[in-house]
Each structure stands twice: as C-alpha cells, then as structure tokens.
C-alpha cells in the first residue's frame, strides 16, 4: 500500500474544467445567486409537485417543502434551489447539471444513482441520504453537513468539500478521483474497497476514519494524519504495539 505524505506536486491551471455556464470546481468562495451566469433567465417555479421524469431548465425553486416526493429521474438544468426542505421521498436516477443549491435539507431522500455535473452546493444539509453509485464530477460543497450518507460505489470526480463536515459517510467501493477536503471535519467515515487517485486529505480540520485504512492507496496525507492513523495502520496490518 503507498500513501503519499508530505507535498503533492499536482497542480490545476485556473482555467481547467470550466463548463460553459463558467463554474469551476476549485473557486475558493461560494458565488450568491445574482452571480450565477443564469439568474437573470431563472423562472420561479410554481410551487406544484415536481414529477417524475420532469424537466427542469432555468427555474428557481425557493422557499419551499417537498416531503415524500416522488419524482425519480427528474432533470434540474441551470437552476437554483435555495431554502428547500426534502423529507423522505425518493429523486432517483434525477440529473442535476448546473445548479446551484444555497439552504437545502435533504433527510432521508432517496439520491442513489444520481447525477450531478457543474454543481454547488452552499450551506446545506444531508442526512440519513442514500446517493449510493450516485456520480459526481466537478461539485463543490461549502459549508455543508453530510450525517449518514451513503455514498457506496459512488464515482467523485473533481470534487471538493471545503468546511464541510462529513460524519459517518460511507465510501465503500466508492471511486474518488481529484478529490479535496480543505477545512472539513472528516469523522467515522468508511473506505472499505476505495478506489483513490489523487484524493488530498491534508487540508482537512479533522481526520477520522472508521475503517478501510487499508485502502487509502492514492490519498496524500501530513506526516501528523499519518501519526493519528498510526494505531489503524497498525490494527490492519495485525502488528501488534507494546510499550513494554
């Protein structure tokens, strides 16, 4: 198993990844929703169910509670979501491509398969989610709360979680490429099977790990990390650590 410890030489011209709508993966600070390349052609939306299969381009959702939905393969196109609450329900196989998510509370809705392209993600809640296999390329989440999501065989990609914290999410199987936690607090996460290239924890507040150290092959880390996951380096690898 190789970790890489100390000063990792990558680097991401500013100008990498950038879709058409302008968003990149690596902006250091969240954009408001006047500054969305699309605000000025956002439509509200009209406060009705959404439906399974719908099409969503340029709407604004705000405001607003979806328990139980049920609108599996829903598309959200360069559109925003700002102070809306799911509770339960399922939005399987949905696509979101560029969109931008300010207040949202996602609690125990179905997200597994999704899609999610171009995306950001501000100051918003998900708890007991299931996004297992879910794909995500170049999606940044600032200042979120993940508690209990599942995210196994998920494939990231570009992605960054800056101040966020991540509480006993499971990546099992999960494959993470191009991946940051700057300022995050990382804890009781699973990486059982994980597939990482490129996966940079030395940024993160707070690193605790659950299980899977074994597979951390592809993840830089700080010689500090390094010495704090000593113990489960050690339990893994079934050495046994004795002071006298």
Same mark, same amino acid.
């Given at each position: 198993m190789i970790i890489v410890i100390? =000063?990792? &030489?990558?680097?991401?011209?500013?100008?990498?990844?950038?879709?058409a709508a302008g968003y990149h993966?690596?902006?250091?600070?969240?954009?408001?929703?006047?500054d969305l390349p699309f605000a000025a052609y956002l439509e509200d939306h009209?406060?009705?169910?959404?439906?399974?299969? $719908?099409?969503?381009?340029?709407?604004? !959702?705000?405001?607003?509670?979806?328990?139980? !939905?049920a609108a599996g393969n829903a598309r959200f196109s360069e559109s925003a979501l700002s102070t809306v609450r799911f509770t339960d329900g399922s939005l399987r196989r949905a696509r979101f491509n560029d969109v931008w998510l300010h207040g949202v509370q996602v609690i125990g809705t179905d997200l597994a398969e999704t899609g999610w392209l171009d995306a950001e993600v501000v100051n918003s809640a998900f708890a007991g989610v299931a996004m297992f296999e879910?794909? @995500?390329?170049?999606?940044?989440? /600032? $200042? &979120?709360? !993940?508690?209990?999501?599942? !995210?196994? $065989?998920?494939?990231?990609?570009?992605?960054?979680?800056?101040g966020c914290v991540l509480r006993d999410v499971d990546f099992t199987e999960?494959? @993470?490429?191009?991946? +940051? /936690?700057?300022? =995050? +607090?990382?804890?009781?996460?699973? /990486?059982?099977?994980?597939?990482? #290239? #490129?996966?940079? @924890?030395?940024?993160a507040a707070e690193l605790g790990i659950r299980s899977g150290v074994a597979s951390l092959r592809?993840? +830089?880390i700080t010689f500090a990390q390094a010495i704090d996951l000593a113990p489960a380096f050690a339990h893994t690898l079934g050495i046994t650590v004795k002071d006298s």
């Open positions: 100390g =000063s990792w &030489c990558g680097h991401r011209h500013a100008g990498a990844g950038r879709s993966p690596r902006m250091s600070e969240p954009r408001a929703l006047a009209d406060g009705g169910r959404l439906e399974p299969g $719908g099409d969503y381009n340029v709407v604004h !959702l705000a405001d607003q509670e979806f328990p139980d !939905l879910a794909g @995500l390329s170049r999606v940044t989440f /600032f $200042g &979120c709360k !993940l508690v209990s999501v599942n !995210l196994r $065989g998920a494939v990231l990609r570009d992605v960054a979680f800056v999960a494959r @993470l490429t191009d991946v +940051t /936690f700057p300022g =995050s +607090t990382l804890e009781d996460l699973r /990486f059982d099977d994980v597939e990482l #290239k #490129k996966v940079d @924890l030395r940024d592809g993840a +830089t």
